[in-house]
């Protein structure tokens, strides 16, 4: 197939949607698909395969986007048409300027279009201080489904709940698949029983965002009466980093932050005693799928706003949202037994197999040719 994959966020690997995106190029172009993407990372404007589009301007807001490490694509009809031209599929990753422009102009041009939901509102309204405004967040819903998702043949779904819940804000019932954005083999690797050493450390990965709440984290341990024998790892990157930083100094917890490359990062959760994601929003945690995947024992925020809270087993994987006593209370229900870890990892052993990323990518190949093959002309409404 020829297939145009639409990137209104790309750059550099340092978030899910990005890797997602990655991960689905590198699989077509293996499967010999002839790709192109269509992004606005200005350095690929040479590269084989790459449609580059102008960077847009927004403003007040750019100091935002620079400080969450995102760059947002301009959708030029001009390098978009000739772009998409003679595509048996376009596949469009976000509903913004490029990806609804892209869109349109596909359907104009009788080419299917798919389209993946790798946003929920809240991604976008925390950064305007709206986060919890449902108003706010139903209108971004309906902006979502206006620019771009009433256009596909297909919408990609990666999990159930952003399934539920977009619906459920649109009032509608979208042609759809639900497929997981899949965990990387690297993660897969057997697991080497360690012999404890040193701190009990819990692992933590996510954008240091508003969203991701990993200040709840460090309160939790700061009131554990073991805190000293506890070290914390956050891994990632973002704008509430020396915010994060100045709490633990504050709260005197021994915390480390560092983006890890995907080559780093089994190491450093083989490295780990336990796995705390603490996200209230989130479509679908691949992070926390990689955790599990490499033997780490997680505990998850039980947020509504979260489809993470579905990969845990019981109530001692399970914590209130926000209420960081209860969080402690479950990080010493392990402490306190590392045979329940042991328990634990074997009791994920079969959940883990479920979202291995060749599997879902090859249910992603499948949604883009059934789109391929569907009827080239249709209406929006």
């Not at 991960?23 to 993407?37: S, Y």
């Not at 620079?66 to 376009?90: C, E, F, P, Q, Y």
């Not at 902006?143 to 819940?165: D, G, M, W």
């Not at 074997?346 to 391929?372: H, I, P, S, V």
């Amino acid at each position: 197939m020829k297939i145009a994959v639409v990137c209104d966020v790309l750059g550099e690997p340092n978030n899910g949607t990005t890797l997602a995106a990655y991960n689905l190029i590198g699989f077509l172009k293996e499967r010999g698909h002839d790709v192109t993407v269509v992004c606005a990372d200005q350095d690929k404007k040479t590269t084989e395969g790459f449609a580059v589009v102008p960077v847009k301007n927004f403003g007040p807001l750019n100091p935002l986007l620079k400080a969450n490490h995102v760059t947002l694509a301009k959708g030029d009809k001009r390098i978009v048409s000739r772009a998409i031209a003679g595509a048996d599929v376009v596949h469009v990753l976000m509903p913004f300027h490029l990806g609804a422009t892209a869109a349109k102009l596909a359907v104009q041009a009788g080419i299917p279009v798919t389209a993946s939901f790798h946003a929920q509102a809240e991604n976008f309204t925390a950064h305007i201080a709206c986060m919890n405004s449902r108003l706010v967040n139903h209108i971004t819903y309906l902006c979502f489904y206006r620019s771009l998702y009433r256009r596909a043949n297909i919408v990609h779904y990666p999990t159930q709940f952003i399934k539920e819940l977009f619906e459920g804000e649109i009032k509608r019932t979208l042609p759809c698949r639900v497929i997981s954005n899949g965990v990387n083999d690297v993660f897969y690797a057997p697991i080497e029983e360690k012999p404890h050493e040193g701190k009990f450390t819990v692992f933590c990965m996510g954008r240091f965002s508003k969203e991701k709440s990993q200040q709840t984290l460090i309160k939790a341990v700061s009131k554990c009466g073991f805190k000293d024998d506890i070290k914390l790892c956050f891994a990632g990157c973002g704008p509430q980093e020396n915010k994060l930083k100045r709490l633990a100094k504050r709260k005197k917890v021994d915390a480390d932050f560092k983006f890890y490359t995907r080559d780093e990062l089994p190491a450093a959760l083989h490295a780990a005693d336990l796995y705390v994601h603490t996200a209230v929003v989130e479509i679908e945690a691949i992070s926390c799928l990689e955790a599990i995947a490499g033997g780490l024992v997680p505990i998850i925020c039980d947020s509504p706003r979260s489809a993470t809270k579905n990969f845990a087993l019981d109530e001692h994987c399970l914590y209130r949202a926000g209420k960081w006593r209860d969080l402690a209370d479950k990080i010493s229900y392990f402490y306190r037994a590392p045979d329940r870890i042991r328990s634990y990892r074997e009791k994920y052993a079969a959940l883990k197999q479920q979202f291995r990323q060749r599997d879902c990518m090859l249910k992603m190949e499948e949604m883009l040719a059934d789109a391929a093959a569907q009827s080239t002309k249709r209406t929006t409404t």
